[in-house]
């Protein structure tokens, strides 16, 4: 963690310098009349973009939320390994690995085939994979992490705080105009100011508003999808039970009364159930049953025989039915329409599965951290507003593979044993599918297809283990200038920059003249470089791109005087140089990242790495030429000062 970059400032680093001029809040403080960005929502995907947005005081976001206020409990609960990565970035990772519960193993129960109306334990499997992550799959109270997303918000440059008691009615754009063309009308959902209407004009508008999104319906999208017509219900509850994997994740089936997946929380003694109760006919709802807590009680008390569960205090409780749904596009650009979107859906408003897979709040911030950076672009006017026009293509896409893995997961998951898996003669299917789903529950199996944001390189081969179109698979390094062990990936941090990751030939310390010297010096000085053609006129040089080196050698023989100035820039008001950018080989045995990573020894190479840390370009270290044409290329077809946000370097 960098900080003091601007002068000395006492009291929590987390805590940013704030920006002059924000905007008066309070609960008798009027509305803004123009915004930037509003954002539809708190809950995970809206609270992750307005986290994101947050750090760019020039960016006028607005957030708004219909509830009074944050929720206290209930909801979704599971966080990936993928979506951590995404935490550390955002500077809590650690605060959450220490507060939450984490998933190492996940335990199967099945029938008895001595006695099928009891359960016994038949397998269990490692949650995470070996090397997969340095991230753990966590556990977590929602409304906790919608803390922390508000915490950063706060810390801000620009204090972001949520606008609770308003909700979106309705929504217009108007095409002629590029000065806020949204018009948005805001209804007083809590009563306090007599159900008022406000009317707010943007830029750009983000529905997070759930799955009866208005703002989805003002574009007219429409969610498609089927129902498995299975009631299930789901608790939080403090209790004492004798089933012994009580503090294991575990998927229970029983002979003939249903399935439980339980997933111990928090702080040691809290659990959360969900339990199959009733089938549902084709026109039936859930809610229609009139199901209570102590249905749920009763049934899981069933599932888990020979053993009981005694609850003490249910902490929340709900009842659902399983759905898969997803809308045709994220956004308010017909198929056909040659226009730039200014209205997008995210999270639940354009996805709907079953909680099963753990995926639903992954995704959905996945979602809008895929469209922040974009949208940070587009408004500082580094990048072409066409840029956001990606967004919808590479998550719906996304989107589509997470509701059919699930709606696949959820039949597997309430469909009766077999006498073969029940006598032990074939591995259950459940096992079976957990082992081949888990790159996808962990989030890492995201690829996003070839496009002018990810290059067709046929230089893939330099870096076998980063393939281009998935994330920046993190290793350890150690950093040269003080010898600190860390990982790679988490000096990215969630501030819209591109990074350059320059990974040194075999026989490269960096000595004038070398590889990394010559490549160093082109982004540096050359006019065809990245670097010199879209940093903006008065900012650091390390404003949009982040250029890092990692070196064969130990920290004790490379020559850090002799690393080129790119590599220890003067930024900041007082011109301070960062010391931070050179990194060699782990030498204490937590691993070597060319190997863990596919790195050609003897040739090195470098690799692009999108804001949301998706790896776009791998190049030779002397790919100058190709580096820029990409840029280019890109840039006179948008006619604009279009970036490396939307040209592919």
Request: one cysteine or more.
């Amino acid at each position: 963690m960098q900080f003091y970059k601007d002068g000395f400032r006492g009291g929590c680093p987390d805590i940013k310098e704030a920006a002059p001029n924000r905007r008066n809040r309070g609960t008798n403080e009027p509305l803004p009349e123009k915004v930037d960005v509003l954002i539809a929502g708190t809950g995970p995907a809206g609270l992750c973009l307005a986290a994101q947005l947050s750090q760019f005081p020039e960016i006028d976001t607005m957030i708004i939320e219909r509830m009074p206020s944050n929720i206290i409990k209930g909801k979704a609960d599971g966080i990936n390994t993928r979506t951590m990565e995404m935490f550390q970035a955002f500077g809590f990772a650690d605060k959450v690995k220490r507060e939450t519960y984490w998933v190492n193993q996940t335990a199967f129960w099945m029938p008895d085939p001595q006695n099928p109306q009891h359960i016994k334990r038949v397998g269990r499997v490692q949650d995470v994979a070996d090397d997969s992550s340095e991230m753990p799959h966590i556990l977590i109270n929602q409304a906790r992490l919608h803390e922390l997303f508000i915490e950063f918000m706060k810390n801000s440059p620009s204090r972001l705080e949520p606008d609770y008691g308003w909700e979106v009615v309705d929504l217009s754009i108007d095409h002629t105009t590029d000065d806020h063309p949204v018009t948005v009308t805001l209804k007083d959902a809590s009563g306090i100011n007599w159900w008022a209407t406000r009317t707010i004009r943007a830029n750009y508008v983000v529905g997070c508003d759930g799955a009866h999104s208005k703002v989805r319906k003002a574009i007219g999208g429409e969610l498609h999808g089927d129902a498995a017509h299975q009631a299930w219900g789901v608790m939080d509850i403090l209790a004492n039970t004798d089933f012994p994997d009580v503090r294991q994740k575990c998927l229970i089936s029983s002979a003939n009364e249903g399935n439980v997946l339980l997933l111990p929380r928090e702080g040691g003694y809290i659990f959360r159930m969900y339990v199959e109760l009733d089938k549902l006919r084709p026109d039936e709802k859930a809610s229609q049953r009139k199901l209570t807590q102590d249905d749920m009680i009763a049934a899981a008390n069933r599932i888990i025989k020979p053993y009981s569960i005694d609850v003490k205090e249910v902490v929340w409780w709900s009842i659902y039915d399983i759905g898969h749904s997803i809308t045709d596009r994220f956004d308010d650009v017909a198929e056909g329409e040659d226009r730039n979107p200014r209205v997008f859906t995210a999270g639940d408003a354009c996805h709907t599965h079953s909680p099963k897979a753990g995926q639903g709040m992954n995704v959905s911030m996945q979602d809008t951290f895929n469209l922040g950076w974009k949208l940070v672009h587009v408004l500082k006017g580094r990048a072409n507003p066409r840029l956001l026009r990606s967004y919808s293509k590479e998550r719906l896409t996304e989107a589509k593979r997470l509701v059919e893995t699930d709606h696949k997961w959820s039949r597997i998951m309430s469909a009766p044993t077999t006498q073969a898996e029940r006598d032990g003669t074939q591995e259950p299917r459940i096992i079976r599918q957990f082992k081949e789903n888990l790159e996808f529950t962990g989030g890492t199996a995201v690829k996003y297809d070839a496009s002018y944001l990810f290059a067709a390189s046929a230089h893939q081969a330099l870096a076998a283990g980063q393939e281009i179109g998935r994330r920046f698979h993190s290793a350890p390094v150690v950093r040269v200038s003080d010898a600190k062990q860390m990982h790679l990936g988490h000096v990215a941090e969630a501030d819209a920059r591109w990074r350059i990751y320059a990974f040194a030939g075999k026989s490269d310390t960096s000595n004038p003249g070398s590889k990394i010297h010559q490549l160093a010096d082109w982004l540096e000085t050359n006019a065809n470089s990245p670097v010199v053609q879209f940093t903006p006129k008065g900012e650091d040089i390390d404003a949009v791109i982040d250029f890092r080196a990692v070196f064969q050698q130990t920290f004790d023989q490379v020559a850090y005087e002799n690393m080129p100035s790119l590599l220890k820039p003067k930024t900041g008001k007082l011109g301070l140089q960062d010391h931070e950018k050179v990194f060699c080989v782990d030498h204490k045995g937590l691993g070597d990242i060319f190997d863990m990573r596919g790195i050609n020894r003897e040739k090195g190479c470098m690799i692009v790495v999108r804001p949301d840390q998706y790896v776009s370009h791998v190049l030779p270290l002397d790919g100058f030429e190709e580096l820029s044409a990409r840029s280019e290329e890109h840039t006179s077809e948008l006619q604009s000062q279009s970036t490396i946000s939307y040209a592919v370097f």
